[in-house]
C-alpha cells in the first residue's frame, strides 16, 4: 500500500515518539511506506524542523549501513516555564494543607496529564544520558517514575518496604530517614536490575533527602551508578540536606499550618538544566 506524504508523516511522527532513544533504520520506515530512501529522509527532515520549533524533541541521525534516526524528547524553556508556574499556583493552594504541615498531592500524581508533562519535562534533563534504569520506591511517585521512563525508553524499578513473595530473592537494607531520623527498611528483588546498571532515581517529594540517600545504598549493592536524580517537590527548609545534586520542578520554601498558607516557588530544574 503505498502511502500520501501527509500520511507517512503523521504515522512517522507517531511511531517516533512512541519509541524515543530508539535507533531506527531508514529502510524499516521505507518498508513501512513503500517509499524511496531519499523521501524518507526528505520526511524526517520536515520532522525534525517542526519538532525542533515547537520544542518538542529532536532527531539524531546516526550515519553508516546500520544507522537510522533516534527521536530524543526535548521540552523547550517556553514551554516547561508556564507549566512548572501552574504547578506551583496548583500546590500553593491552602486547602492541600493536612493535619501535621503534610501536602495532599494525591490528586496531582493521579492526573495523567500533570504526570506526563512533568515525566516529559524531567526525562529532557537526562535525555542525552546513559540511563539504563529509572529507579524509584513504593510511594505516590510511582506514576512519575513511570513517566519519566516511558520518555526515555528505559523500565521502572520499583523499592518496596517489604519483600514480596512473587519477586523472589531480594536483597534488603537498612537506612536512616532523614527527616524522622528513624530506622526504616528497603527490599528490591534481585532480578530487578543488571550488575553495573546506570540510575535515574526518581521521586515525589524530598525533604531532607534520606529516602534518596537509602536507594544510593541499594544501588551500591548491585554495583550501580547514580545516573541523576529528579524530585517533582522538595522541601526548601531542612535543618540539613543530605543529597546535593539533583533536580526539582517545584520548591516547597514555607508551609505555614497556623495561618494556613503555603510558599512555594519553582525548583532548581532551570538552574541545573544546562548543567546536565
Request: hydrophobic letters at 40%; a neutral charge.
Amino acid at each position: 500500500m503505498k502511502f500520501r506524504r501527509s500520511e507517512r508523516l503523521i504515522d512517522m511522527t507517531s511511531y517516533l515518539l512512541d519509541h524515543p532513544r530508539q535507533l531506527v533504520p531508514l529502510t524499516f520506515f521505507a518498508d513501512r511506506y513503500d517509499s524511496a530512501k531519499s523521501s524518507i529522509s526528505e520526511d524526517l527532515a520536515i520532522v525534525k524542523e517542526t519538532f525542533e520549533q515547537r520544542g518538542i524533541g529532536t532527531l539524531q541521525t546516526v550515519p553508516g549501513a546500520a544507522g537510522g534516526v533516534k527521536f530524543f524528547v526535548n521540552v523547550s524553556k517556553e514551554k516547561a516555564e508556564p507549566f512548572v508556574n501552574e504547578l506551583c499556583e496548583l500546590i500553593a493552594d491552602s486547602e492541600r494543607l493536612l493535619p501535621g504541615g503534610y501536602l495532599y498531592l494525591t490528586d496531582i500524581l493521579g492526573s495523567p496529564q500533570i504526570v506526563q508533562k512533568a515525566g516529559r519535562i524531567i526525562a529532557s534533563a537526562y535525555a542525552d544520558a546513559k540511563i539504563d534504569v529509572v529507579m524509584t520506591i513504593a510511594t505516590k511517585g510511582i506514576t512519575l517514575a513511570y513517566a519519566v521512563a516511558s520518555q526515555l525508553n528505559v523500565p521502572v524499578v520499583v523499592v518496596r518496604r517489604d519483600s514480596k513473595v512473587t519477586e523472589g530473592p531480594t536483597v534488603s537494607i537498612n537506612y536512616v530517614s532523614g527527616s524522622a531520623k528513624r530506622i526504616q527498611t528497603m527490599v528490591l528483588s534481585k532480578r530487578s536490575m543488571k550488575q553495573g546498571a546506570k540510575v535515574l532515581i526518581v521521586d515525589d517529594f524530598m525533604k531532607a533527602g534520606g529516602t534518596v540517600i537509602g536507594m544510593i545504598s541499594m544501588l551500591e549493592e548491585f554495583n550501580a551508578e547514580v545516573a541523576g536524580i529528579a524530585v517533582l517537590v522538595e522541601a526548601e527548609k531542612t535543618e540539613e540536606r543530605l543529597v546535593d545534586d539533583y533536580i526539582s520542578l517545584v520548591k516547597l520554601s514555607n508551609v505555614d499550618v497556623k495561618d494556613k498558607t503555603i510558599k512555594v516557588e519553582v525548583g532548581n530544574y532551570f538552574q541545573k538544566r544546562g548543567g546536565i
